[in-house]
């Protein structure tokens, strides 16, 4: 299976900005970035690719999540 570059670019860019945007406020998080590969789907495409990027923190002022 030949690794697709567009995918590699996001990735290595995503984990960058995560490391580069630490905060000392948060008390804990949570970050994923997850890729869905299927195939024999009834509706639209038969095969496909799915990406989620879903975060998560509490910190001393709430918490965020976004998905």
Known sequence: MK???SFTKIT????????????NAANWSSTSFVA???????L???ER????????SG?????NFFS
Not at 36 to 42: I, Q, T
Not at 49 to 56: A, G, I, N
Not at 59 to 63: F, V
Request: proline share 5%; charged share 20%.
């Open 12 to 23: 290595s860019a995503l984990a960058l900005a995560l490391v580069a945007t630490t905060s």
């Open 59 to 63: 910190w001393d002022y709430g918490k």
């Open 3 to 5: 690794p697709n570059s």
């Open 36 to 42: 869905h590969k299927g195939d024999s789907y009834e």
């Open 44 to 46: 639209g495409p038969e």
């Open 49 to 56: 690719t799915v990406y989620t990027f879903e975060h998560v």
